[in-house]
């Protein structure tokens, strides 16, 4: 699909509008399906759309042409109408029964049938709903109207076969009920407890996927309530053994800071929640979790630096001046602040900082009077002691000791004497 970040809502909408509309045309019946429709209800502007049809896929990519189509679930019905950057891509599905789930995600086989039976095939009932947007016309076989208006994530009919045909609906439910505000059915809140060791089979770019979704909505502390609560917290967070008091810590700490950072936000929970693990560590554990390399980079950069802005007072300031002109300097002091708070600790570290960040540029992050080149230039071979020339007379100069270049001409020569003596 395409960058949500370029797609026009109204550009959108109106593909799919003349998408249903050519369906009909020809003959077929066809929907709006799924989260489009959830989101339609709650006047919520969807991210994307599906259309759910009895045209079969190769009469869809007749219909719309195979240089606009692609077929990449064809074998279960499904193709992918390619839309402009502006209008993003649309999901066209055959209207179906899904035969088993061997592999515990998708259909061993499926048969083509008809919209009631198709939607009782979904996952839950605020998803499984269908709508005309000809008529604006509401197609409900599964009473996803009702749970909407009571605020219900609830699977449809049986939720133990729903969570066995994808397991990854265990953790969905979760994921809807935190990013909706809803609550969980108590049924199926219950298999999502009974289950929650299959989530074991599920891969974790899938996991993953949800997981961002649940810490980067508004009521993500809802939402790791319910992590928590169910035991699917260590399913999704891989190394975490939180107990109520960790998570209330978490979420005193989460409380304090910005909700689309997820690298920010790991370093919070894995602090909180699995503080016996070194920064290292937590960094092989989100790679594992199949979280970009820039991300697991920043989560571990984090961890490995805001305990030393708490200690800003006491800790030479080149040190705290290094952090805090990184890329990743000013939300490292967010997470220190947010922890100072969360454990009552003194702020007087934090505080320094934050004074000092408001420093003029040339101020806090001065040029630096000697490079590498300089020191050439002063006759010294190029080498291991070129670091430590430049890091001493930097940190010289970041005290106020040196103020210019014949000063730091001469400190240079005095230390790269002494590593030489």
């Known amino acids: 699909m395409a960058s949500t970040q370029s797609i026009d809502a109204e550009k959108a909408r109106e593909f799919a509008v003349e998408t249903v509309e050519t369906l009909r045309q020809h003959g077929f019946i066809s929907y709006w399906a799924g989260g489009c429709v959830r989101d339609h209800h709650l006047q919520l502007t969807p991210k994307d759309y599906d259309v759910a049809t009895n045209a079969v896929p190769d009469e869809i990519r007749k219909l719309f042409g195979r240089r606009r189509t692609l077929a990449i679930g064809a074998s279960f019905g499904v193709i992918t109408l390619i839309g402009s950057k502006q209008q993003g891509n649309i999901e066209i599905a055959t209207f179906r029964e899904d035969v088993s789930y061997s592999d515990g995600r998708r259909p061993d086989r499926v048969s083509y049938s008809t919209p009631e039976l198709d939607a009782q095939r979904r996952d839950f009932t605020i998803n499984g709903m269908f709508l005309d947007p000809l008529t604006m016309e ?82 993500r502390l809802r939402g790791l309530e319910l992590l928590q609560a169910t035991g699917v917290l260590p399913y999704v967070l891989p190394d975490t053994t939180a107990d109520e008091d960790q998570v209330e810590l978490a979420k005193a700490v989460l409380a304090s800071l910005p909700v689309h950072h997820s690298a920010l936000t790991f370093a919070a929970l894995y602090h909180t929640l699995a503080p016996q693990r070194s920064a290292k560590d937590v960094k ?44 990743w300097g000013t939300i490292t002091l967010q997470l220190a602040r947010a922890v100072a708070e969360a454990t009552q600790s003194v702020l007087d570290g934090v505080t320094f900082c934050e004074k000092k960040l408001q420093l003029a540029e040339q101020e806090l992050n001065p040029a630096e009077l000697l490079s590498g080149a300089d020191l050439i230039q002063l006759g010294m071979t190029p080498g291991p002691a070129f670091s430590k020339v430049l890091t001493t007379v930097r940190d010289q100069q970041l005290l106020g000791n040196i103020t210019t270049k014949v000063e730091a001409e001469a400190l240079a020569r005095s230390t790269y004497q002494s590593i030489h003596s």
């Open 284 to 327: 092989k554990t989100i790679k594992s979790m199949k979280a970009s390399n820039d991300i697991a980079e920043a989560t571990f950069w984090i961890l490995e630096n805001f305990e030393t802005l708490l200690q800003a007072g006491s800790t030479p300031w080149p040190k705290i001046q290094k952090i805090l002109i990184h890329q």
């Open 138 to 219: 509401t197609i409900d076989y599964v009473q996803g109207r009702e749970d909407l208006r009571n605020q219900l994530v609830r699977a449809i009919g049986i939720p133990a076969e729903r969570f066995e045909e994808d397991k990854l609906r265990i953790f969905r439910a979760i994921r809807f009920a935190t990013t909706l505000g809803f609550d969980i059915e108590a049924e199926t809140l219950q298999a999502v407890c009974t289950y929650v060791e299959k989530l074991s089979q599920v891969s974790r770019e899938r996991i993953l996927v949800e997981l961002e979704k649940t810490l980067a909505s508004p009521n």
